[in-house]
Each structure stands twice: as C-alpha cells, then as structure tokens.
C-alpha cells in the first residue's frame, strides 16, 4: 500500500454511517488497556470489549483509554458509542492514510498524527497512525499496533515519578505527544547519519549505486516532510486553541512542543538540500570524468589525423613513389611517424593540454 496516499476505492460512494476501515491489519484481535491514576493510586486493566471500559468513563480519576487495532471497525463503532464521538472523528479514526489535524469539538479536542521509527535494515521509515482525544478526565488514544516508545510512560506513572500523576489529561497528552516528535528527531537523526556519509562515498566508491542511494533516501526525507510539517502546524492550533480542556500550566509545555516541531523540519530541509547537493556533486564528478576522457580521446584523435595522412599517401597504388626504391624508406618512415607524434605531444604539453 502506498505510503504517500492511500487508496480510498473502498469508501467511494460510502455514508458517515458506513465505517470502512483503510489501511493494512497489524494486530491479530483488537483490544483495550486502561490506566487510571490520582496523584496516590493508579489502577491497570485490559478490557476485551468496549462494554468493560464505560466503568472508567465516569471515573474522577484521570483515565488513559489505548485502544489497539484499528481493523475491526464493529469493535471501533462500539466503542465510539459509549464515547458519543463524531462520526467524522470515527470515520478519521479508522483511516491510517488520514492527513494530521487537530480538530476542536468543545467537550473534547481531536488529534491525529503519524509515529515513526526507522527500519535500518531497509533504511526505510515506517510510521502508524496515533489519533487521541482529549477529554476532561478521559484520555483515549487510537493505536494500530502497540508501541515500544510509551512503555517508559507507563513504567512513570507506576512509580509515581515525575509532575503526570499530578496532573490532567492536558499533560498526559503534551507527554505522549512529546514522545512521538522526541521519536521523530531520533528518525531523523538515523536517517540523517547516513545522508551525511554520502559525500565521502560518491568520491570514494564512484558508481551508479551512490545515485540509487541517494534517490532512495530523497524519497525518505520526503515522507518525513509531508509527516512531520503537518505536526508542526497541529501543535501552533493546539497552542492557539480556545479550551478549557488545556490549562494554562501546561500551555508552555506545548509551545516548547512547538519549538521542537520546528527544529526537526528545519532539520529535514538541511538534509533536503544536502541530497540534492549531493546528487549536483555526482552529476557534475561524471562529466568532469567524461570531459577528461573526451580530452584524452580527442588529443589522441588529434595525434593520428597526420599519421594516418601520411600513411595513407605512402599506401596509395601509384605505381611510381620514388621514396620506396630507398633501402632505409621503411625506417625513415617510422622515424618521421615518431618525430610528429613526439612535436604533437610536446605542443599539448606546452599548452597545458595534457
């Protein structure tokens, strides 16, 4: 499946009330984690049916709601019920091509955005879709698949370290979203380390394989670019939101969220025209090797025009060519073919030809 744009043929002609799942399945079976907490107690479950979560729903305790699996769209429907979501929220949800936004509804703040991480095998980025709504006390995030990067989060709020346990849904998802862009300078950086060895590799191992690579990893930035700027512009609305659901102690949190949103597309428009630079510096290497090997070509074309002259009088048919009667004639031949090429050479040579 495409990774700039993905195929919408299955909704074409479709409702807000049919749900059609797009994208590619990546859990066996969806289910549900929920992690209740107060500055003193925190409480963990996991919920196999969206029935079992309506308990937290009403909890004064700050609840996180993970919802994984995004393919099971009857699971995702029942779900979205007890929520009372949007049916445009539900229908953004369950569609991992969707562009990153914010949306505001009052009560609650939608938020739809992509994880990555770096495959170094392939040397590819690969991404999931993370949507999240903020609520007053309910905080639910929509994953396609588990991710490693929010264990450290969990692992927190079990110990109790850190300012999240004292604080509301605001700051449990300035903390999530900072994990993701944190995630994002760490791809960039992967990827980045590597876009940095190219100029050493189109001088040293000189072959149509640095072009391969360089292309490659210009589609790479390119991904990232069409990710990560959005974000950009989802973190400045949320700054800029209306909301009694973002308070005004974590307000600053989100604009150094901003901040660091910024410095990772700056980042990737530095890489951005380090590739093409890169791919200037191999283009303008090959025809500086095809000038040389032109100019090499052409003074030894230049060499032979009068040697081939002068062997093409002397293998002419005439029947009367006084010079081949002379006993030294065929030495005297290659002494003159030896004297023009040495005075040709010499001349090159006093030119700064060769």
Partial sequence: MARFLKSRDKVLGKSLDD??????QKVDKPFISVVSYSAQELTEAECHSPL?????????HVTWISVYGLHDTSFIQQFARGLNLHPLVLEDVVNTGQHPKMDDYDDTIYLVLKSLRFNPETESVLSDQYSMIIGANVLVTFHEQPMEMFKPIRERLRKGKGRTRKRGTDY???VLLDTIVDNYIVTIENLGSRIEE???SIFKDFDQEVVSTITRYKREVSYLRKTIR???DLIGQLIKVDSNLISEETMPFFKDLHGLTIQAVEVLETYREMLSDSLNTYNTIVSNRLNEIMKVLTIFAAIFIPLTFIAGIYGTNFEYLPELRY???????WGVLVA??????????KKGWL
């Fill in 52 to 60: 079992d979560c309506a308990a937290y729903l009403d909890s004064d």
């Fill in 340 to 349: 023009v090429a040495a005075l040709m050479l010499r001349f090159f040579k």
């Fill in 327 to 333: 006993k030294y004639s065929y030495f005297v031949f």
């Fill in 230 to 232: 959005p974000v950009k």
């Fill in 172 to 174: 449990l998802a300035y």
């Fill in 19 to 24: 749900v059609v799942f797009i994208g590619s």
């Fill in 198 to 200: 190219i100029d050493d």
